[in-house]
Nanobody, 127 residues
Framework: QVQLRESGGGLVQAGDSLRLSCVGS????????MGWFRQAPGKEREFVAG????????TYADSIKGRFTISRDNDKNTLYLQMNSLKLEDTAVYYC????????????????????WGQGTQVTVSS
């Protein structure tokens, strides 16, 4: 059974930092492209960041570029999202997702390309 479990969300003030984690089980984690998505109330789920199976390629949404960093530790089956300089508009439920992609450096931006999803972790940024 495939499981992706996010953690690390919480309530912070604007300008603060948070690090999200996503632990995968039931899959050969290193074979998957991993992504972070987020969904704010009343909005569609949107791509935040993605990382290739080897960590050799990353992609970011323009809205978070320079503030967020995605990384992975394949030995620990864990995906990370370091979020700095958080803004009010970063408030959302953050989801990690996995797309089988051994050997592929291209990172899908569409949520429809991803095979497996976590339950999400809430990030709330207050002023």
């Amino acid at each position: 059974q495939v499981q992706l479990r996010e953690s690390g969300g919480g309530l912070v003030q604007a300008g603060d930092s948070l690090r999200l984690s996503c632990v995968g089980s039931g899959i050969t984690f290193r074979n998957y492209v991993m992504g972070w998505f987020r969904q704010a109330p009343g909005k569609e789920r949107e791509f935040v960041a993605g990382i290739a199976w080897s960590g050799g390629s990353v992609t970011y949404a323009d809205s978070i570029k320079g503030r967020f960093t995605i990384s992975r530790d394949n030995d620990k089956n864990t995906l990370y999202l370091q979020m700095n300089s958080l803004k009010l508009e970063d408030t959302a439920v953050y989801y990690c997702a996995a797309d089988y992609g051994l050997g592929r450096l291209q990172i899908p931006l569409s949520l429809h390309e991803y095979d497996h999803w976590g339950q999400g972790t809430q990030v709330t940024v207050s002023s």
